[in-house]
């Protein structure tokens, strides 16, 4: 498997533009999550799905994100309007089932200016 | 939530044995303990896992005393390539995570 994908690798947009972060678990995995890490606040994680349905949203940071995961295979983050201050790494990880070892993708470095 | 505090970084030599403490003072009877390894511009990668005792793989054991309000990640015979930033996380079945701020490890020839 080539394990979790994630797409743009980097991201450089403006503020006040929408962004829109993309991710593909591994195959059979069950669960998925989305975290931002920056050098200030560490790892944090937004949100996670099981199955495919929204479980936590509590680590959402305001209703400027969005997450969806239409199907098994993919997920979005979006951001919109995006601002200065969601600069940061975002991270899409995928388990098995639920407790088991996260698996993590590379990353979308995101740079809003 | 049990919240989880670990040192902010640490150092030692190649071939030593290296100790990472994790304290979860209000860890929950369902929560299971793990550890994650991240190298700069990577995602975190696991460790190992456990919820009890002590759990040893290929790369590192952990260590759980019987109150569990606290967790020691041990790394055999360290080298240069265990630089790293490693991540305590105490959650449950229903995921509630709560990760460490990491404690960044340097090994010194």
């Known amino acids: 498997d080539a394990g979790v994908i994630q797409s743009p690798r980097h991201e450089v947009t403006e503020m006040g533009q929408e962004v829109t972060l993309r991710c593909k678990p591994i195959?059979?995995?069950?669960?998925l999550f989305w975290y931002r890490q920056t050098m200030m606040r560490g790892l944090e994680l937004l949100i996670y799905f099981n199955n495919n349905v929204p479980i936590d949203d509590s680590g959402m940071p305001e209703d400027r994100f969005s997450a969806k995961m239409p199907n098994a295979s993919f997920s979005t983050l979006k951001i919109q309007p995006s601002e200065p201050r969601d600069s940061a790494v975002y991270f899409c990880?995928?388990?098995?089932?639920?407790?088991?070892?996260?698996?993590f993708g590379p990353g979308t470095r995101l740079t809003v200016t | 939530l049990a919240k989880t505090t670990q040192p902010i970084s640490m150092d030692s030599y190649e071939g030593q044995e290296v100790n990472i403490t994790c304290s979860h003072n209000n860890i929950a009877t369902n929560d299971y303990i793990t550890w994650y390894q991240q190298f700069p511009s990577q995602g975190p990668r696991f460790i190992i896992q456990g919820y009890k005792t002590k759990v040893t793989n290929e790369v590192a054991s952990l260590f759980i005393p019987a109150d569990r309000k606290s967790s020691t990640l041990s790394l055999p015979r360290v080298s240069l390539s265990d630089t790293a930033v490693y991540y305590c996380?105490?959650?449950?079945?229903?995921?509630?995570?709560?990760w460490g701020a990491g404690t960044k490890l340097i090994i010194k020839p």
């Open positions: 990880a995928s388990s098995l089932r639920a407790g088991s070892e996260q698996y």
């Open positions: 996380l105490v959650g449950d079945s229903h995921y509630q995570l709560i």
């Open positions: 195959s059979g995995h069950n669960s």
